[in-house]
């Protein structure tokens, strides 16, 4: 069982930036691939960024992201970083960090076992 708990989120003006982070409990990430998703109100829960927490793994992101945010992950820490940059209005969302026994980082949220319980991002305009 792996227990996430994620932390950093806040309110930003646009153009700011935030760091998000998830920290595991009960196992270490080795051997997981760890991701970000977002739900905004009335939307369904999409895809931002992954990372397979492994020897090799890679990373992937959602096309409205790719040059805006970068997802890291400190072993040593046990924990897997957002960092936000260019922040705009439509990247409010609740952010959560979920994690699976994946091979590779991939978008599907039922692919997903473990999840967090959120983190409010809100950027003003």
């Known amino acids: 069982q792996v227990h996430l708990v994620e932390s950093g989120g806040g309110l930003v003006q646009a153009g700011g930036s935030l760091r998000l982070s998830c920290a595991a409990s009960g196992r270490t990430f080795s051997g997981y691939t760890v991701a970000w998703f977002r739900q905004a109100p009335g939307k369904e829960r999409d895809f931002v960024a992954a990372?397979?927490?492994?020897?090799?793994?890679?990373?992937n992101y959602a096309d409205s992201v790719k040059g805006r945010f970068t997802i890291s992950a400190d072993n040593a820490k046990n924990t897997v970083y957002l960092q936000m940059n260019s922040l705009k209005p439509e990247d409010t969302a609740v952010y959560y960090c979920a994690a699976g026994r994946l091979g590779y980082p991939r978008v599907g949220a039922t692919e997903y076992a473990y999840w967090g319980q959120g983190t409010q991002v809100t950027v003003s305009s």
């Open positions: 990372i397979s927490v492994w020897s090799g793994g890679g990373t």
